[in-house]
């Protein structure tokens, strides 16, 4: 096995530390809140980085898999099943304990579901709603593909602005905390921000040890064979259309998981989450087939974005730089072989001026 491989995340979790550390000293740790929500939506850009730079499908809905798993996981653990308690299932599901009874903010006995159990329903519907909707889809190429994805996201926006029970234009609140183990909990209450600033990089980690693992594998090369030419990968025997549609079902899954911990950290879940424009223009600045470009862009994008940088301009910021990446930088702002050109040329440039300064 190449090692190799694992170094950059060898890297990132040291700067995870080190970042952190940095704040505390600095006493600027409530930056974290920001670096913590920042993971969440990295995830979701890391998903569709392996979509689209890798199986080549363009995606404009994977917001609506993110408020699949979001939407569900707070339904499911802010909802009162009481009024069904005299129900022979609800009384056997309580008896399990998939569904729970705790206290709301305001004192009220409540019977809900548990935040592990909902975590699992959200991700498994999540690969329901992608493999419903891979399976007629993935057979699509180019902008016919974006434009179905498109119409996926719109479907559930309309969906959510039109249900009582997902608070339709207004958002569900009082989210509880999902314990996890050893007595950690994904929550925004200050006592555990720096906990939850670990556990949502963790998942980060998590999740680029699978792309990574992916990617190394003869799957990863099936993958970049179809990215490359899906009727010469065809000709060669590779399945494109499953290879395909697993990629899709795997960054929906990622997105739905982006979703559920960000609800319950921040203990609610609103329409604004329906921005898919956003991840497919972090892919894009990012570099579509890098991993890692693609994660940093993540990171310095959604924390400038968090913290009120772009202001009421946020939604034109994310589509100018769309329409910016597609003009001049198609394969990314941080593509390695671009940045070697240009690094070649400047060392050019400095070797001449060094030259005449001398003659």
């Given at each position: 096995m190449d090692h190799k491989r694992y170094y950059p995340i060898a890297v990132l979790f040291c700067i995870v530390i080190v970042m952190q550390l940095l704040l505390a000293v600095t006493g600027t740790s409530f930056f974290l809140k920001e670096l913590t929500q920042a993971a969440y939506y990295t995830i979701v850009v890391i998903g569709l980085c392996l979509l689209i730079g890798y199986a080549g499908q363009i995606s404009l809905g994977h917001a609506g898999f993110f408020a699949i798993g979001g939407y569900t996981s707070a339904v499911l653990t802010t909802f009162d099943f009481s009024i069904f308690s005299s129900s022979p299932f609800i009384r056997f599901l309580h008896t399990i304990g998939f569904i729970i009874q705790r206290e709301d903010?305001?004192?009220?006995?409540?019977?809900?579901?548990?935040?592990?159990?909902?975590?699992?329903?959200?991700?498994?519907?999540?690969?329901?709603?992608?493999?419903?909707?891979?399976?007629?889809?993935i057979r699509l190429h180019g902008h016919y593909l974006a434009m179905a994805t498109l119409g996926f996201g719109v479907i559930i926006k309309a969906i959510i602005d039109a249900t009582t029970v997902l608070g339709a234009h207004d958002p569900i609140t009082s989210v509880p905390g999902f314990s996890l183990f050893f007595g950690l909990e994904v929550s925004s209450k200050i006592p555990l921000r720096i906990p939850n600033y670990y556990i949502s990089w963790g998942v980060v980690i998590i999740a680029l040890v699978i792309c990574i693992n992916l990617i190394h594998s003869r799957a990863g090369r099936a993958l970049r064979s179809i990215?490359?030419?899906?009727?010469?990968?065809?000709?060669?025997?590779?399945?494109?259309?499953?290879?395909?549609?697993?990629?899709?079902?795997l960054s929906a899954v990622f997105a739905a998981i982006a979703g559920v911990f960000l609800t319950h950290y921040n203990g609610s879940i609103g329409p604004s989450v329906m921005k898919s424009v956003r991840y497919v223009a972090i892919v894009a600045v990012g570099g579509m087939a890098n991993l890692w470009g693609c994660v940093l862009m993540s990171v310095v994008l959604t924390f400038l974005s968090l913290r009120g940088v772009f202001g009421s301009f946020d939604d034109i910021v994310f589509g100018a730089i769309l329409i910016a990446m597609m003009l001049f930088a198609p394969a990314g702002l941080l593509n390695l072989t671009r940045l070697k050109l240009w690094r070649e040329k400047i060392l050019l440039m400095i070797r001449k001026y060094a030259k005449k300064d001398s003659a």
């Open positions: 903010l305001y004192g009220k006995q409540l019977l809900t579901f548990s935040p592990m159990v909902a975590f699992i329903l959200a991700v498994l519907f999540s690969a329901l709603a992608a493999i419903a909707i891979g399976i007629p889809v990215h490359g030419n899906e009727v010469a990968a065809n000709s060669l025997g590779i399945n494109t259309t499953r290879y395909k549609l697993y990629t899709f079902i």
